[in-house]
Structures are given as C-alpha cells and as structure tokens.
C-alpha cells in the first residue's frame, strides 16, 4: 500500500503526524510532549514499592547523548520512571553479540511494568535484548526500526561499505517473532516518510511480523533531532 497516495494520509506540512490517531493534526513541538505523556502511561508498580524501568537504545554511531535521548530520559524520569541511557560498545561498527553482553546487567530490571525504547538500529537491538531477557514488559516503542526483509539500497548509498555490512548482520541476526510479540503488552512503531534510511514500507514488515500500532509521522527523516 503506497500510504503517500492513500487520501486518509494527508500531507500537512513539515513535522505533522498524519492518521495517528491522538496525535494526528499535531505539529512537531506539540507532537513531542503529547508522545512523550503517551510513553510514560503506564500502572504504577503494585505496591508502589520501586520505580517502572525504562531502557532506550541509540542506533548506529549513536550515544546516549545524541538525538532525544536525554530529553526522552527526562521526560519519563518526571513521569516517574528509573530510566537507563547506556552507550553501546562500538557503534560505528556494531557487533549483535557485543551489545547483548553489555545489555546483560539491564536484564534483572526488567518486569511487567517496563518499556523498552528502540532507535533505528537500536530498535533491533531491544527486540533482540528482549528476547535474550525472556521477561514479559509492557511496551516496546520502536522509531524508524530497521528490518532484515526491507530495501537495503538507501542504507548502501548513505553508508562505507564497512558500516553497511555491519547493520546488515546486525540485522539478519535469527529474531523469533513469534516469541517476541508474546514478551511485550503492546508494540508501537513510529515511521517518517522522508527517511533517509528506512524505506516507509518497512512499516508493512513490521505489522506483518510484529502487529505493531503505527504511528506515521511527515518530515522528520529519521529521527535525530532533539
């Protein structure tokens, strides 16, 4: 489905979300608090005796003080959740294996009140850490996903050949969806239709293998700015 030619996705302006329900009409400014309220609902852990844990992932060449990261943090941290940034090993370069070791002391913090916040590659990485954890949470948000059956030609041209291969093994690593859609009470994958990266049509992949809720944005390419 070509979602650009579809009338009930209609173009507005730079930034605009289109056809997401509580979001749609909402310009960018607006559409980062509203997203960021929508994240952080969640119950309360029973007996309000800790926190909920959040766990947000960068992507490739990624830290944990690019992008939104940090005012995401925040944002959650004020909502009343313990929230985890970590810097994975290598990003330039990423190895699968690598970054599951060093998601190995997160996976204790995990519960049914937990999300787990993905970008770009690291979106790969929290369905991956998910299943290596085994533990049920409640939400998983991934923006801009990767995914291993989608069109690589836009990743070749904008990357060293080098870092391509890299994402791509990264990405073609084994991921049981089946399992993985039974770990999480709910799935929400946030798209833009200029991405640089990630062709719209991964979205199709990920409702097929994930049953994901899709939350289409216009004009934020991939995501990295604040």
Known sequence: VNLLNNPDYIHTGEGVLGNSGEFSGMDSAEARVAIAKRLSTQAAVPGGSEKPFALILHGT????????????????????????????????????????EALIPYQSRLNE???????????????????????????????????????????NATHSPEQAAAIRAFTDAPLDWGHVRELADSFVCFFSDNDP?????????YVTDLG???????????FNQA
């Not at 533990?135 to 030609?153: E, F, I, N, Y």
Request: neutral net charge.
């Open 61 to 100: 060449a990624g830290s944990s003080k690019k992008n939104w990261y940090r005012w995401l943090a925040s944002e959650l941290e004020t909502a009343g959740y313990e929230v985890a940034v970590p810097d994975l090993p290598d990003s330039d370069l990423p190895e699968l294996s690598r970054w599951m």
């Open 113 to 155: 009140q937990s999300m787990i916040v993905g970008h770009s590659l690291g979106a790969i990485a929290a369905l991956q850490f998910l299943l290596h954890s085994n533990c049920r949470v409640h939400q998983v948000v991934l923006v801009a996903p990767t995914h291993a059956q989608k069109d690589w030609s836009k990743i």
């Open 197 to 205: 990266y990630i062709p719209l049509t991964t979205k199709d992949l």
């Open 212 to 222: 994901c809720e899709i939350k289409l944005v216009f004009g934020r390419g991939h």
